[in-house]
C-alpha cells in the first residue's frame, strides 16, 4: 500500500501564501487520484480539492474555490496544494489521500496555522 507524507505547513499571517506537498512512496501513485483534506480543532475532516490521475480534472471546495489550487508530478510521485490569501479560518491540520476506492490512503498530516 502506498505511504503519503505530507510537508510544508507553517504558521503564515493572514493573506500570506503556502505550498503543501504530499510525495508518495512509490509509482503507483500515478494510478490514484489525489486529494487534499483539512481538519480544524473540534471540527470534523473536510474536503479541500481533489486531482485526477492525469492531473487535467480538479475540484475545490467552495471555501477555497480561486485561492487554493491543487497540481501534481508523477515524475516525482508529488501532489501540491498552493495556498494563496490565506484566511484565519484555513487553520487546520491538512491531510493528503490517495483514492483508493471504495476507500482513502491518509498521510500524517501537516499542520496549518494563519494568524490575524
Known amino acids: 500500500q502506498v505511504q503519503l507524507v505530507e510537508s510544508g505547513g507553517g504558521l503564515v499571517q493572514a493573506g500570506d501564501s503556502l505550498r503543501l506537498s504530499c510525495v508518495a512512496s512509490?509509482?503507483?501513485?500515478?494510478?490514484?487520484?489525489m486529494a487534499w483534506f483539512r481538519q480544524a480543532p473540534g471540527k470534523e475532516r473536510e474536503f479541500v480539492a481533489e486531482?485526477?490521475?492525469?492531473?487535467?480534472?480538479?475540484s475545490y471546495a467552495n471555501s477555497v474555490k480561486g485561492r487554493f489550487a491543487i497540481s501534481r508530478d508523477n515524475a516525482k510521485n508529488t501532489v501540491y496544494l498552493q495556498m494563496n490569501s490565506l484566511k484565519p479560518e484555513d487553520t487546520a491540520v491538512y491531510y493528503c489521500?490517495?483514492?483508493?476506492?471504495?476507500?482513502?490512503?491518509w498521510g500524517q498530516g501537516t499542520q496549518v496555522t494563519v494568524s490575524s
Open positions: 489521500a490517495a483514492r483508493d476506492s471504495p476507500s482513502l490512503i
Open positions: 512509490d509509482r503507483t501513485f500515478s494510478t490514484y487520484a
Open positions: 486531482i485526477n490521475w492525469s492531473g487535467r480534472t480538479t
